[in-house]
């Protein structure tokens, strides 16, 4: 602990130029947190006031990391979440095509309640060192034998890097870092100021924008959610059968860093933070399409085409297929790669 505060006073203050380096100021932001929340037993004089004067500090150099004004915001944006844009914008895809194949071979009825595809991605972060790495997690829906009754989803073994790429699935989790989601969010919130969108409506409502905009900091456990419904009372090629609803967490609750109550005195001592509840980012009773989305967000993702192969050579199995798939990722370790 003293040798992290240490560097951190090093870092911050260049005594040779007589200049501050408000970039460490998140760190110093960080490591208050992190000291208020497991180390309270120390009893660290200031530790209390310098939290303080270090989050107003932090909520002002955060958020304007990612871009001072919202065309900034949206720019750069694009640019970090480019490829985790375009891996959600596939997967919806692919959901669609499978469900409008199943719809194919399956009798219309009208009588047909709208159904949740559930595909939902789920993007817990905070820190860069920890969440460099980008996992897809799948659920198999081949368990038991009431699964087969409900709409199944494959995998694409051209972007999905896993052993059974063929098993059906309906939930997806993206685990990813706090800068991809600050610029998921940006292009989430601006992508209708691009030039090709002008007149557009944001896919967030306004009164979630008030709210994003006040929210400066994601936290850990920072999460949003997309979930796809398939509505079966429409035809096929209606815009409005797919539709998408999105909604967002800030992740870990600081009010009790900031209160002195029994409440927060307790939580600190379990060492432990509350994840606060998702909000909704569009209207009750609004209906964002699928198409709609894909419209707007298409100019920001990496298309599918740039992405690249899969890892695991096709024609490999059993003990080549492993020694393969080892022997490249080690390769793409290696710093000249």
Known sequence: MYARWRKLVRDLYNERKERYDITHIPDVYDSCKFDLLHNSHLNLEGLDELFKVAQLLADGVIPNEYGINPKQKLKIGSKIARRLLGKVLID???TREEAELKSNHTPYTKSSPEKDTNRWSKMPAKNEEMSNSF???????????DDEKETEYRLDPKYANVKTPERHVKTRLYFTSESHIHSLMNVLRYCNLDESLQ????????????????A?????MSYIVL????N????????????????FSRGADLSPLERNDSEANWLRQEHTLPIMDPE????????????????????FAMPAEDFPPPITPIGFSGYFSKSAAVLERLVNLWPFH
């Open 280 to 299: 909704r980012l569009q209207e009750n009773g609004s209906c964002l399409t699928l198409k709609k989305m894909e419209q707007m967000v298409h100019p």
């Open 216 to 220: 400066k900091e994601l936290d850990y």
């Open 92 to 94: 919806l895809r692919n």
């Open 199 to 214: 007149g557009e409506e944001s896919l967030v409502c306004r009164s979630a924008l008030e709210r994003l905009f006040k």
């Open 227 to 230: 979930r796809m419904f398939e």
């Open 232 to 247: 079966t009372e429409v035809a096929l090629d209606d815009k409005e059968r797919f539709r998408i609803e999105l909604t």
């Open 135 to 145: 996992a897809t997690s799948d659920l198999s829906m081949d368990q038991d034998d």
